[in-house]
């Protein structure tokens, strides 16, 4: 059984596509043991809460220096003995420790077709506010192994979704997220609990695709 951390700043809507899809069985394998977020008030911690996951805050604010973060964010992690780390939604620099710790163990979902609409200040709405004022056709999501780069790790699965005339940036971002996120990042961790991805030389294959 693949043991997940799942790290969050928000409302924890991919967390909760997450804990839908394993109960649904859709994800086989895997077991969410902690919910960590940086923000004592996020939502993503009371949906936690509500499935009897543990939930914890380790925020950089309550530490004097990020070694004192790395420290207690490895420690949360190798305390629930952490097989995979999902990024969704997190809006913390990961400490490079913690990344070395754990090489292509860690995932992330972004909103955007990657390389396009990411990298330094490509997060959130500001991914879709990029997307409208460039005028692409085509946007969707990205999920990716994190590594010491922003956005650079290599690619595990991506799924389009057009772009509307009648856009603004909230509508954009809740059907990237219905339609793409909410999607393939159950996928991801369900191929990577079943021992179906492979990486080499920064590419990703999936077994039996």
């Not at 059984?1 to 895997?30: E, F, P, W």
């Not at 219905?178 to 961790?189: N, S």
Request: proline residues 4%; contains cysteine.
């Amino acid at each position: 059984m693949l043991r997940l951390a799942v790290l969050v700043s928000g409302g924890g809507t991919n967390l909760q596509a997450l804990i839908d899809a394993i109960d649904a069985g859709t994800v086989k394998n895997a077991e969410i043991s902690v919910v960590i977020s940086n923000k004592k008030d996020a939502y993503a911690l009371t949906r936690a809460k509500e499935h009897e996951i543990k939930s914890v805050c380790v925020s950089p604010k309550d530490y004097e220096n990020r070694q004192g973060f790395e420290a207690a964010l490895l420690g949360e992690l190798k305390k629930e003995k952490i097989d995979l780390v999902v990024l969704a939604g997190y809006l913390v620099i990961l400490p490079k420790g913690l990344i070395k710790a754990y090489p292509n163990k860690i995932i992330n979902i972004h909103p955007s077709l990657i390389p396009s609409f990411c990298g330094a200040g490509y997060y959130g709405l500001r991914v879709h506010e990029a997307v409208l004022k460039r005028g692409v056709k085509v946007t969707g999501a990205t999920v990716h192994f994190v590594d010491e780069g922003t956005d650079t790790g290599p690619i595990i699965l991506q799924k389009a979704v057009e772009v509307e005339k009648r856009d603004k940036p909230e509508t954009l971002q809740r059907r990237v997220m219905e339609q793409a996120e909410w999607k393939i990042l159950p996928k991801a961790v369900d191929l990577i609990a079943n021992g179906r991805l492979t990486v080499e030389n920064g590419i990703v294959t999936v077994d039996g695709a």
